[in-house]
Structures are given as structure tokens and as C-alpha cells.
């Protein structure tokens, strides 16, 4: 064991054994301390991640409600024009129809007029026609005496006629 002491690598050996026990209580809570922290930090980081994601999920689910509502309301709004299309398209039928009877009476109304007119004018050709032959009849038939005693007649029935 002399020898031991005698040997440089023993002291060696010795001073850096010396060294790392002096060395290695800092170093450890430096090493420990380091660790920690990046285990801190990258604890914080994994729980604002999870935050996040949290956060992400939310905001999906809500976007999601959302596109579900307006999808609802344009299927609503779609079935609305839908009716109201309907609506107006029979409305417009009715009044077509309405139109369509209105001037069929007018057409049917100018029609009887019309043919009221051609009545009332074929009547009056008539009656001048029946006049004139009545006239050259009572020309040729009557003479003046016989003329003067007619028209006389005719005059005094003349007022109870026109009651």
C-alpha cells in the first residue's frame, strides 16, 4: 500500500475523485435544477397546448352548431320562396283567369250591343221602308177627301196615344 502512495496515478486518481465529489454537489443541483426547469417548461407547454386544443374543439363544435343554424335557416328561407313562389304563381293564375272572364263579358257585352245596334237599324230601315210602301199605298188609294177625313182622325186620337 506504500507503493500506492508512492504512484502519481493514485494521486492522480485521488484529485480528480477529490475533483468530481467537490464538483458534482453544484454540478447535480445545477444539472437537477436545469431539468427541472425544462420540465416545467415543458410541462406549462403541454398544458397551453391541451388549453389550446381545448380552445380548438370549442370553436370547431361552435362553428359546427353554427353551420348547422344557418344551413337551417336557409333551408327555411328556401321553403319559404318555395311557398311564396306558389303563392304569387296561383295568384297570378287567378287574376289571369279573372282577366280572361272580364273580357270575355266585355267581348260578350260589345257583342249584344252590337247586335242590339244592327237590330235597332235594321227596325229603322224597316219602318222607312214599311213607311215609304205605306205612303205610296195611301197614295194611290186615297184621294183628297178621303186623305183629309183620315189625317183629322188621326190628329184627335193623337193626345190619348201619347199617354
Known amino acids: 500500500m506504500t ?46 397546448a391541451r388549453k389550446l386544443r381545448d380552445e380548438a374543439e370549442q370553436l370547431l363544435s361552435e362553428y359546427q352548431r353554427k353551420q348547422r343554424e344557418a344551413a337551417a335557416e336557409a333551408e327555411a328561407i328556401v321553403a319559404h320562396a318555395r311557398q311564396e313562389t306558389e303563392r304569387i304563381a296561383a295568384q297570378a293564375a287567378r287574376d289571369l283567369q279573372q282577366s280572361l272572364e272580364r273580357r270575355q263579358r266585355l267581348a260578350e257585352e ?16 224597316a219602318v222607312d221602308v214599311a ?7 195611301i197614295i194611290s188609294d186615297l184621294d183628297e177627301r178621303r186623305g183629309a177625313a183620315l189625317l183629322d182622325t188621326a190628329i184627335a186620337s193623337l193626345p190619348q196615344r201619347l199617354r
Open 3 to 48: 507503493h500506492l502512495f508512492a504512484d502519481p496515478e493514485f494521486w492522480v486518481l485521488l484529485a480528480v475523485v477529490v475533483f468530481a465529489a467537490i464538483v458534482w454537489k453544484p454540478m447535480r443541483s445545477y444539472v437537477v435544477g436545469t431539468l427541472d426547469e425544462r420540465a416545467m417548461r415543458i410541462r406549462g407547454e403541454l398544458d397551453e
Open 110 to 125: 260589345r257583342i249584344a250591343q252590337a247586335e242590339s245596334k244592327a237590330v235597332d237599324e235594321i227596325r229603322a230601315a
Open 131 to 137: 213607311i215609304n210602301a205605306a205612303r205610296e199605298v
